[in-house]
């Protein structure tokens, strides 16, 4: 009997046509037994052929699951995919637990991928787990649990505050604008200020929530400054 990645060992067999043996394996991965021709003969010394190799998979390694989905803040549903070191049976959506979110849209992608619709309940840490035995793999060994996932969901738009440096809302020289957002955003410059009987100057910013900007009035009179919607946008796209 030639044996690889595991040892052999021979047991009376009940009859002269039937014999058995234990298998000592190795280590993880395949192990094959072959019966060469010629090891053995009949009454009439015929000796047998070859047979047909067995092969069989030792697998004692717990399959892995990682849980991927948007890496930075988000304000809308979003993919979840859920993928397994190896393929694996018996997952569903009922093993996704999530904090502060709803799941729906359970997909098989195959053997090895999943995916699901990520719903968030409300602003804040949005969190999914997915715990030991979920799944399993084709030896039978259960699945690990997954390290956690999370996001952050932020649906809320920022709210902009203009202010200024001008002292009894009466000026007779340019002055300076101050545009306070309540969260960092991006995209803000001095083309979204709209000012009537003024000019506006370059915006710069002191930090990612707040910019300033020179206002130089044109004539005598009140001087307004509007900023519209859609100016800016936060980390999540609000």
Known sequence: ILATN???????????????????LNGEGAVTIDVPAGVAQDDATNTNTAASQFE?????VAPTVVISGPTSDTNSAFTATFTFS????????????????????????NSLSYTATITPT????VTLDVGVNAAQDGAGNNSVAAAQYSTNFDATSPTLVISSNVVGGVTNSSFTATFTFSEDVTGFSSSDVVATNA?????????ASIYTATITPSNDGEVTLNVGANSAQDVAGN
């Open 86 to 109: 190896e393929a694996v049976i018996g997952f569903t959506g009922i093993d996704i637990v999530a904090g502060n979110a709803s799941v729906s849209d359970f997909t098989v992608i």
């Open 56 to 60: 069989v998979t030792y697998d004692t």
């Open 6 to 24: 595991a040892g052999v060992g021979i047991l009376p067999g009940p009859s002269t046509s039937t014999h058995s043996a234990t298998t000592t």
């Open 122 to 125: 409300a602003d804040g840490t």
């Open 199 to 207: 000019t506006v100057g370059i915006v710069s910013s002191t930090s």
